[in-house]
């Protein structure tokens, strides 16, 4: 099926800004999953721009740094063409991986992210993490400094629970969360759209391909053993195979419909709202084509019955991230 010549909008938020219907994720560009060279990484960032995708989201952590000069590097002369949302307060060091929410971190971790990604402003501003040790009204006070100063426009949250959503709003407007929402992941993300829904707050949808599973590609588990997904639980042994079968209902309609997996996936996140944008990630210009076809899939009210039937809260097996990294999410 051919990718939509025009890319449809959607407001983040209810009183935020207009973006492309479909984002981009930018993580896979720095090596996360597989290698993948800066030249290729640009040319696809470009191709993004020039097909109207301009939701371009990064964070300071993605190859220690390396991700948001890349995208800095790409964006140079086309930064009038993107809405740039990043992150900060994941840390991965020595000793492991961390969080860090005080609010003079936060002045120092944007100032570093500003100079990678050789910008003025950063439209969207995500913690990445919820820090337990840290009031987040204390996180988030610092964060609204950054936008009184002009260094950032919107403030969003990165897997926070419902509780954290509301006193991070009560203390500045939150205009987005991100989270992990496919059919394959779905309770968090669904139990956190209702607060978002409440308050008027958008919703970015990371990963909503699975991390692959949903794409109707992936095999076998060798096939991500030399990545990040080879430590994640859903990835391991029955737990791949489970998960690998799941997919069968999505591969059918597929099938029916003329198009591929990858893009009924995507159009069934699509029609959970308006409030909605998901930012699939990709290393390739052809994947990224195949994303946007799904602007053009029509699911009926009964295909989504069928799909959320057959991918009920819970259908997935194993755990999003290993158990170090579990505690940091929902918080």
């Known amino acids: 099926m051919a990718a939509t010549s025009v890319i449809p909008k959607r407001r983040l938020g209810r009183n935020g800004p207009e973006v492309s219907a479909i984002g981009a994720g930018m993580m896979s560009l720095s090596g996360i999953y597989g290698a993948s060279s800066d030249e290729d990484g640009v040319k696809l960032i470009h191709h993004a721009l020039e097909r109207g995708v301009n939701f371009l989201d990064t964070a300071d952590v993605y190859g220690s740094g390396h991700n948001e000069q890349l995208v800095g590097r790409a964006i140079k002369d086309h930064r009038d063409k993107v809405f740039l949302a990043s992150k900060f307060s994941q840390l991965f060091g020595p000793s492991g991986p961390g969080i860090d929410g005080r609010p003079e971190y936060v002045a120092s971790a944007c100032e570093a992210s500003l100079k990678r990604l050789g910008v003025d402003t950063i439209d969207l501003y995500f913690q990445h993490r919820v820090?337990?040790?840290?009031?987040?009204?204390?996180?988030?006070?610092?964060?609204?400094?950054?936008?009184?100063?002009?260094?950032?426009?919107?403030?969003?949250?990165?897997?926070?629970?419902?509780?954290?959503?509301?006193?991070?709003?009560?203390?500045?407007?939150?205009?987005?969360?991100?989270?992990?929402?496919?059919?394959?992941?779905?309770?968090?993300?669904?139990?956190?759209?209702?607060?978002?829904?409440?308050?008027?707050?958008?919703?970015?949808?990371?990963?909503?391909?699975?991390?692959?599973?949903?794409?109707?590609?992936?095999?076998?588990?060798?096939?991500v053993m030399n990545d990040r997904r080879a430590d994640h639980p859903r990835f391991k042994g029955e737990n791949f195979a489970h998960n690998l079968k799941a997919v069968?209902?999505?591969?059918?309609?597929?099938?029916?419909?003329?198009?591929?997996?990858?893009?009924?996936?995507?159009?069934?996140?699509?029609?959970?709202?308006?409030?909605?944008?998901?930012?699939?990630?990709?290393?390739?210009?052809?994947?990224?084509?195949?994303?946007?076809?799904?602007?053009?899939?029509?699911?009926?009210?009964?295909?989504?019955?069928?799909?959320?039937?057959?991918?009920?809260?819970?259908?997935?097996?194993?755990?999003?991230y290993p158990e170090g990294q579990m505690k940091s999410i929902y918080v």
């Open 248 to 320: 069968s209902p999505l591969e059918a309609m597929a099938q029916q419909k003329g198009c591929t997996p990858a893009q009924i996936a995507l159009a069934w996140v699509l029609a959970q709202g308006d409030d909605i944008v998901p930012i699939p990630g990709t290393r390739r210009i052809e994947r990224m084509e195949e994303n946007l076809g799904a602007l053009t899939v029509k699911l009926s009210a009964d295909d989504l019955k069928t799909l959320s039937d057959a991918f009920p809260p819970g259908v997935s097996a194993g755990a999003r």
């Open 131 to 223: 820090d337990p040790k840290v009031p987040i009204e204390d996180t988030v006070g610092a964060m609204a400094k950054l936008v009184k100063d002009g260094k950032v426009r919107y403030l969003g949250l990165s897997e926070p629970s419902p509780e954290s959503i509301r006193r991070a709003h009560a203390t500045h407007p939150i205009t987005a969360v991100e989270s992990e929402y496919s059919l394959m992941y779905r309770k968090d993300a669904e139990e956190s759209l209702v607060t978002m829904r409440e308050l008027g707050i958008g919703y970015v949808a990371y990963a909503p391909l699975g991390r692959s599973f949903l794409t109707g590609t992936l095999k076998s588990a060798d096939e």
